[in-house]
């Protein structure tokens, strides 16, 4: 309580003097606490004279607190030139019988200058002292009044970031989940609702499990190596979910890193491109593939001819090109119409696949034409030509077995079966790295030989 009191007037004092200090210019700042402590001991001096008995010792009432508002008001400098006047005012003018300066008095009034001048010098020492105090108190506290705004900044703009980031989490059609070191589950955005049920029922479970048995370990490693590099990595790969069906995801990874800049979190970014992937598959099927016989067109086989004419210069073993033109096709379209053509190009398809390995390629070169592709036949020209023609043959009799197919001809539908369907097939062995376009062109002339020999043969292109 009483030091409160004793700091309140303190600071209303202060308060007082620093606003006398910006009255004056700069240059009298200091000079300005000396003609304070000089007014302030006029005034004592003044109160002493007019109410205060001379004889009364008073001193410590009227000249100690000059002294001590002096020092509070100009500092130490200016308590010390208020003691001294003081000292000298109060002992030689006013306290009889030493009015003036005499050796006697001096003498006579040793101690009790001596006392002055040291409570004087105390109470100025004690002001500044208290001075530096607060000085350094009010610097500590600016420091950390400045250190709780920056926090409080700091704070606020994560909670802002938080909040930022949770608006965006949850209101996005992407998928955005952080996970720990080991892939477990520690936040998924509500979107994973609409595919697995609760999203935070997720938390803490293998962010790995529902990924498609046939893409996980790709993407673990995925996740493992971005770990390591500490840097994120694309990935594509399928969720399948709890109603079997299966959804073809793109993610994206970003990782969140500690003060000292290890990888403690996360982020996978990932959005459900199943349509767009079906899209893709579309485009990609009508650029390259038959629309009726769901076989690779002309286009897809130049690529397939080219990979295989490239293996084989690998390899040294011969591939062989099958050219094959179904014999007396237009009547059956003439008499049956084009629908039950289709049908039947459709199983001509089928069959010649059938026919065939998985490295094989079979294509439709156009109308009733359709080119096979064999790879990795033997490694000298004899065998590989009675694969070849092994092959053929079974194309031939996979092609005569009978056909039912409907017709609608003439605005009537009717069920038909066509039998007997030939095919003059032209073939060439190829082991060199000749271009495809003239191995096509030669199959295709061996061919027109097959059917100029009667149609349904097999012609070998000799060179
Ligand atoms: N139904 C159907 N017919 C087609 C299609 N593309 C071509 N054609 C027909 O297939 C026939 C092919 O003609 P050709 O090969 O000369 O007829 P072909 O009777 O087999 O004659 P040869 O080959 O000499 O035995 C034509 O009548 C075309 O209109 C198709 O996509 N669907």
Aim: include cysteine; proline fraction near 2%; hydrophobic fraction near 40%.
């Amino acid at each position: 309580m009483g030091i409160g009191i004793f700091d309140f007037s303190y600071r209303t004092i202060e308060r007082f003097a620093n606003r006398y200090r910006s009255l004056m210019p700069r240059t009298y700042h200091r000079y300005g606490g000396h003609l304070v402590a000089v007014a302030l001991v006029s005034l004592a001096l003044l109160v002493r004279f007019e109410i205060a008995p001379l004889d009364a010792g008073l001193q410590y009432l009227t000249f100690f607190p000059a002294v001590a508002l002096a020092a509070i008001i100009g500092g130490f400098a200016s308590g010390i030139i208020a003691t001294l006047l003081g000292l000298i005012l109060a002992t030689y003018l006013f306290v009889p019988p030493y009015y003036s300066f005499t050796l006697e008095g001096w003498q006579s009034s040793l101690w009790s200058n001596l006392v002055f001048l040291m409570d004087g010098f105390i109470v100025s020492v004690s002001i500044e002292a208290m001075h530096l105090y607060r000085q350094k108190y009010e610097d500590n506290l600016d420091e950390l009044t400045q250190q709780i705004t920056r926090r409080d900044l700091a704070d606020k703009a994560l909670a802002e970031q938080e909040e930022f980031f949770r608006l965006m989490a949850e209101n996005v059609e992407d998928f955005i989940a952080v996970l720990d070191l080991q892939g477990r589950r520690l936040y998924n955005s509500p979107s994973y609702s609409r595919f697995f049920g609760n999203a935070d029922a997720m938390k803490g479970t293998d962010s790995f499990a529902e990924i498609h048995p046939d893409d996980r370990e790709r993407v673990k490693q995925v996740f493992s190596e971005s770990v390591k590099l500490g840097v994120g990595l694309r990935t594509e790969y399928r969720f399948v979910l709890p109603d079997g069906s299966i959804r073809d995801m793109e993610s994206s990874g970003g990782l969140i890193r500690n003060s000292k800049g290890e990888t403690v979190r996360v982020v996978v970014v990932s959005h459900d491109v199943t349509d767009r992937k079906m899209v893709e598959q579309k485009i990609n099927r009508l650029a390259f593939y038959d629309s009726l016989t769901q076989l690779p067109n002309r286009r897809l086989l130049d690529d397939r001819l080219e990979q295989a004419i490239a293996a084989s210069k690998r390899s040294g073993q011969y591939g062989a090109v099958m050219f094959l033109d179904l014999d007396n096709f237009k009547p059956l379209n003439d008499n049956y119409g084009h629908r039950a053509g289709d049908l039947l190009l459709i199983e001509v398809a089928k069959r010649i696949t059938s026919c065939v390995r998985e490295v094989d390629t079979v294509a439709r070169f156009g109308g009733d034409e359709f080119v096979v592709v064999l790879s990795e036949l033997a490694g000298n020209e004899s065998e590989s030509a009675a694969e070849a023609r092994t092959i053929a043959k079974k194309i031939h009799a996979a092609l005569a077995e009978p056909y039912w197919l409907s017709s609608n001809f003439k605005g009537t539908t009717q069920l038909i079966t066509h039998n007997n369907v030939g095919a003059s097939i032209g073939v060439v062995l190829f082991n060199h790295g000749d271009s495809a376009e003239n191995i096509l062109k030669r199959a295709d002339k061996s061919m027109y030989q097959a059917k100029a020999a009667g149609r349904n043969q097999i012609h070998f292109h000799v060179t």
